[in-house]
């Protein structure tokens, strides 16, 4: 068996967190022995545990890439658990433990770094170059991205993030959350995004707005929480849409507000994947999405939901009025957008990559 140390530095549970749960769901626990590192109050920690997973806790890198503690911590742990491949998710302070000692080390990439120029862009050309035996990249936005950033081409491997189908709900099932959602009889729109900068959550509401001066049957779910929630709720006041506007908080699982809402959007600025676009696409549901990266990887623009320009308010706004008055074509969309989730982002095609790329990377330490 090849022993694999997955190093999490996020405190809360975000992309790479919900990648690192689905991992866990669905590797081979034959081929490999994985233990994982986390901080101290790590959200992650309930969940890592019911998955029957050897879990270590580290000071010194909560929420933090780098921290000289972190290194000293992460190299103590290591040297003790002896692993044959190191994988990081963004933690520079494991990275360079693991070189310290000699183990091969693999860093996914979960999201789409801002272009980099000058000393800043030599420099992590050099870090990277040299603290990564191989990358991930979960989409081939990111490939680009790691590219830009200093990674050889002949040491990134693509591999799709894996993404469990939600379970889908009957339509008195359905009827059922809507209802308690406060969405009978309306065209149901969501955004299931943290609430940060990066997710322009402002762009979403000024479609909904123009959107709901239009048709009055609109109602818009915004799942999640995150630093910029009362700004987004000051927005709401602002353009006098608050009875429109149904806030649900963080959700663990998804499934009833996506089985619930009738169309799925995304409005990042920069987007490496999307696990929420593929999350509705595995129940059918049609999705409009910014270009903002990954995004056009997961929906295939007139075929499994429609893909708009970054920041574009008025061409988001004529996809939500186009798709709330075509049943025919949102049922169309959901269609195809449920085969491309099953064929192109299960979760067992992306563990038997992984385990194809931990056996290679193992290889590396045994002069393979």
């Known amino acids: 068996m090849i022993k694999v140390m997955q190093v999490m530095t996020d405190t809360n549970i975000g992309g790479a967190g919900i990648w690192l749960l689905n991992f866990l769901n669905f590797y081979d626990r034959e081929k490999l022995d994985v233990t994982v590192i986390i901080p101290k109050n790590s959200a992650l ?8 997973t050897k879990i270590i806790e580290a000071d010194n890198i909560a929420d933090k890439s780098f921290s000289k503690d972190g290194i000293a911590t992460l190299k103590e742990i290591l040297e003790a658990e002896k692993p044959d491949v190191v994988h990081t998710h963004a933690s520079l302070s494991a990275r360079i433990a693991a070189k310290l000692l000699k183990i091969p080390v693999i860093n996914t990439r979960h999201c789409i770094e801002p272009k980099k120029s000058g000393i800043k862009r030599l420099c992590y050309r050099i870090i990277n170059r040299a603290l990564s035996d191989r990358a991930v990249a979960v989409s ?57 900068p990066v997710k322009n959550h402002f762009l979403f509401l000024e479609a909904a707005a123009a959107a709901y001066e239009i048709n009055d ?14 700004e987004i709720k000051a927005e709401v006041e602002r353009k006098g849409i608050t009875d429109a506007v149904i806030f649900t908080g963080y959700v663990k699982d998804t499934t009833a507000v996506m089985n619930a809402i009738d169309i799925n959007v995304l409005t990042s600025d920069r987007e490496a994947l999307s696990i929420s676009l593929i999350e509705g696409m595995s129940v059918g549901k049609p999705c409009i999405t910014t270009d903002a990266g990954g995004t056009r990887e997961v929906v295939e623009n007139g075929k499994s939901g429609i893909v708009v320009p970054v920041g574009d308010a008025v061409n988001l706004t004529a996809a939500l009025l186009r798709l709330a008055s075509d049943a025919e074509l949102m049922t169309e969309y959901g269609k195809e957008g449920m085969r491309i989730a099953k064929e192109k982002f299960q979760p067992t095609e992306m563990c038997d990559k992984l385990t194809v790329l931990y056996e290679d990377t193992a290889a590396l330490r045994r002069g393979e």
């Open 140 to 196: 081939k936005a990111v490939y680009n991205n790691l590219v830009d950033d200093g990674i050889p081409e002949d040491k990134i491997t693509v591999i799709y993030n894996g993404v469990p189908d939600l379970k889908l709900m009957t339509p008195d099932e359905r009827e059922e959350v809507r209802s308690e959602l406060g969405l009978t009889d309306s065209i149901a729109v969501g955004i299931i995004a943290r609430l940060e």
């Open 45 to 52: 920690k309930e969940r890592i545990e019911a998955l029957d």
């Open 217 to 230: 049957k609109f109602r818009f779910v915004i799942v999640g929480d995150g630093s910029m929630e009362k």
